[in-house]
């Protein structure tokens, strides 16, 4: 939009910018910048307008696009322009991805590189490569505390080892994901060195207080992020004689964004990883960004100014970059990290869907979907042009934040159904097999989230300690029934690295002094690279899970219903066990695709009339995951425990 303020103080910006930017041809940058200008403005403005030096680091902020845009390496630049006229590349049925740490994956970047071929068997397309710059040795949240933003951790390699990894996952297409943890640093990162030194313009990069007298204002409102581990939200700092604040842990210094220097350095880190090959950013803990006093600290207005911010600086310098929000709270708080406007994303186009996940195992553990389509009802519509990121199992806790009103409309009672679901995935239930383990256990309230592996949580450790057969291929069951419910639900499914060959717990953290206290290690395993060769032995179980994830992410790929353009509905059906939804093509009225699944531990039927229009088929139907006609009695279709469907019309 041209706007007279923001052009007149962009013309002056180009008048001084310095000659080794104006000399060069930056023909798609500046066309960009026009275009993006008036929104950088008024947002840079709505956040730092008040300030004497705003004009100077408004130069600042459009010299620091400029300098990356420079250094963007030319295929980069191509890829830009393709994705510019392929824009709805990322919402896709033919993406599929995988989270992983490098180094219990693989080793180190080299050795991931190598391993690109365990990708390409199972289908996955899209990677993501957790944390891996430099961080302390001993606690780095595991990998989330950064102590050099633009270095890679020497345990995983070099930058050079990323770069190439990057070119050689795009020639094979597939995309790379990397994180940029926007919100803190690790107390070993030279800006918080410095401030520790007294530097005054570091302790601005933080939130610094000498007295208790401002921490303990914000603590009246703000929660515990990890009260076991880390309670409270500020540290006191000895060298720096001044309390820090530290949401995470006391080591992760939390940034202090109402500084426009904060800003600028981390978009110009963003724009730095964005060249050096990734194609999708994930922006961690996105809902903390901006703190006030007197509230949660989460969701506030001025994070989602900051993401727009960070998304149109980069829309300028590397539009082919699609961000993903990573914040893990209520469904109304998740939809607004996509940007409120009609139709793209003017923030993340992409978001984790921890609300899915979260349901998920409440059908897990209920064995129901009460709560899973209550839940799901209430998931508010999204903008057509961003995506959901479906899990099932993540290197984080699985926190049970349903909203009370759902629980209580399903006619449970919210804290005590929240017991039972801690109860009943910590093995604390009866016929429970599930062998998760607390995480977070907050005294205060007794509230806890879930740690472990998802082969351990549906049983399978339990069932193969005791060979029980039946219950190894009921947990097995469970692992491949989770996965069709992020594969079809609409949204960019994402595995978890061991997941696809059964990974079971692992409880060698509890050796490693900087990991014992976080129960979260338990389910981020190192591969033993020959148990997964067991996949390709049949009769095994490796083999038997990896060959259907296998089998169903190539029929992902086939069923172009499965893209997300807002294109599923609801279905909710009498009985309590089955969860149905229809995915249907928005062009093409006669492609559809009927998901029914089972979470019960009994054989379920569905009367297809009672579907109305999705049940009124007029040719026999097919079940497209295992290619044959599922069991129908008159109309009434037969789902085996456990089971799913994919159904189409012959
Ligand atoms: C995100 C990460 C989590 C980490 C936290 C703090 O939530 O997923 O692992 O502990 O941020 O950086």
New binding site residues.
């Given amino acids: 939009m041209y706007e007279q303020v923001s052009h007149t103080l962009l013309n002056d910006i180009l008048n001084r910018i310095k000659p080794e930017i104006s000399k060069q041809d930056l023909r798609h940058f500046y066309t960009r910048l026009g275009a993006n200008f008036y929104g950088i403005h008024s947002l840079f403005q709505r956040l730092y307008g008040d300030r004497e030096d705003f004009e100077e680091q408004a130069q600042k902020l459009v010299e620091t696009m400029a300098y990356q845009y420079i250094k963007r390496p030319k295929e980069l630049r191509a890829l830009d322009l393709e994705r510019e006229k392929d824009y709805n590349w990322f919402l896709s049925q033919q993406w599929v991805g995988m989270a992983l740490y490098c180094k219990g994956f693989a080793g180190n970047l080299k050795g991931l590189r190598e391993r690109l071929y365990y990708f390409q068997d199972l289908g996955v397309n899209m990677v993501h490569v957790m944390p891996i710059m430099r961080c302390p040795e001993g606690s780095s949240?595991?990998g989330?505390a950064v102590s050099d933003f633009r270095d890679i951790n020497p345990e995983v390699g070099t930058l050079e080892d990323l770069q190439d990894l990057a070119k050689e996952m795009r020639r094979r297409d597939i995309l790379l994901v990397l994180d940029v943890?926007v919100?803190?640093t690790s107390n070993q990162h030279y800006w918080a060195a410095q401030a520790k030194a007294g530097e005054k313009k570091y302790q601005d990069y933080f939130y610094c207080f000498e007295n208790r007298n401002v921490p303990d204002m914000f603590e009246q409102s703000m929660p515990e992020v990890f009260p076991e581990n880390a309670p409270g939200n500020f540290t006191w700092d000895e060298d720096m004689q001044r309390w820090v604040m530290t949401v995470?842990n006391d080591f992760?210094w939390d940034l202090n964004y109402t500084n426009p220097a904060v800003l600028i350095e981390m978009i110009n880190i963003i724009l730095f990883w964005a060249n050096q090959g990734a194609d999708i950013l994930r922006l961690?803990?996105v809902a903390f960004l901006w703190k006030k006093i007197g509230s949660t600290c989460q969701n506030e207005r001025e994070a989602h100014l900051i993401l727009q911010l960070f998304k149109d600086c980069c829309q300028v310098t590397a539009p082919g970059v699609v961000f993903i929000a990573?914040a893990?709270v209520a469904p109304l708080e998740v939809i607004k990290y996509f940007g409120e406007d009609a139709v793209i994303a003017k923030e993340c186009e992409i978001a984790y869907n921890a609300t899915y996940m979260a349901l998920l195992w409440d059908a897990v553990a209920t064995k129901n979907v009460r709560l899973l389509n209550q839940g799901i009802k209430n998931l508010p519509v999204k903008l057509d042009r961003a995506t959901w990121l479906n899990y099932v199992r993540c290197?984080?806790d699985i926190g049970f934040g349903f909203d009370d009103r759902s629980i209580v409309a399903c006619g449970y009672e919210p804290a005590r159904h929240r017991k039972f679901l801690i109860d009943y995935f910590t093995g604390n239930y009866e016929n429970s097999h599930a062998r998760g383990l607390p995480f977070g256990l907050n005294p205060k309230t007794g509230d806890a989230r879930i740690s472990g592996s998802l082969a351990s949580l549906v049983g399978l450790e339990y069932a193969l300690e005791t060979e029980d057969d039946a219950a190894i291929d009921d947990a097995i069951k469970l692992i491949i029934l989770l996965h069709s419910m992020i594969m079809s639900f609409g949204g960019l499914p994402l595995l978890y690295y061991g997941d696809a060959i059964g990974t079971l717990n692992d409880d060698s953290y509890r050796d490693d002094p900087f990991k014992r206290g976080d129960t979260r290690w338990v389910h981020r395993p190192s591969i033993d690279w020959e148990v997964a060769e067991q996949r390709n032995i049949p009769g095994t179980v490796e083999y038997k899970i990896f060959s259907e994830i296998k089998r169903m992410i190539a029929v992902r790929k086939e069923i172009e219903v499965f893209s997300d353009f807002n294109n599923r509905e609801l279905l909710e059906v009498e009985n309590p066990y089955l969860f149905v939804f229809g995915r249907n093509h928005p062009q093409r009225a006669n492609e559809w695709v009927l998901v029914v699944a089972n979470f019960s531990d009994r054989p379920q039927h569905l009367n297809l009339e009672e579907l109305g229009p999705w049940g009124a088929t007029q040719r026999p139907l097919v079940d497209l995951y295992r290619g044959e006609s599922p069991d129908i009695f008159k109309r009434s279709l037969v789902i085996p425990r456990f089971g799913f469907y994919w159904l189409a019309e012959r």
């Fill in positions: 949240d595991g989330y943890v919100n803190h995470f992760q961690d803990a990573e893990i290197h984080d």
